[in-house]
């Protein structure tokens, strides 16, 4: 099995304190940082969190070549004469 591939995991269901059960999560953007980004994991049942995420620069761009999808690029702006 290659290892790389749970290395980009992302969780589809967690276990809630509150809910006291495996509940499904939704991820939800924390903190942009220059060298990673964090995400938190909410239940879905409750709102509370129940776990973090951390992507690093270097691991987002290598999913990005795994997919086969390229990085965003700013759209230029072109200034129409009338």
Request: proline share 5%; glycine share 6%; hydrophobic share 35%.
């Given at each position: 099995m290659n290892q790389q591939q749970f290395k980009n995991f992302t969780a589809s269901s967690l276990y809630c304190e509150k809910c006291k059960a495996a509940m499904p999560v939704r991820e939800r953007l924390l903190l942009v940082l220059p060298?990673?980004?964090?995400?938190d994991y909410l239940c879905t049942g409750c709102g509370s969190s129940v776990g973090r995420r951390e992507i690093t620069a270097g691991e987002k761009m290598l999913a990005q070549a795994m997919s086969g999808r390229r990085p965003r690029r700013r759209a230029?702006?072109?200034q129409l004469t009338p």
């Amino acid at each position: 099995m290659n290892q790389q591939q749970f290395k980009n995991f992302t969780a589809s269901s967690l276990y809630c304190e509150k809910c006291k059960a495996a509940m499904p999560v939704r991820e939800r953007l924390l903190l942009v940082l220059p060298d990673r980004e964090i995400f938190d994991y909410l239940c879905t049942g409750c709102g509370s969190s129940v776990g973090r995420r951390e992507i690093t620069a270097g691991e987002k761009m290598l999913a990005q070549a795994m997919s086969g999808r390229r990085p965003r690029r700013r759209a230029a702006v072109h200034q129409l004469t009338p």
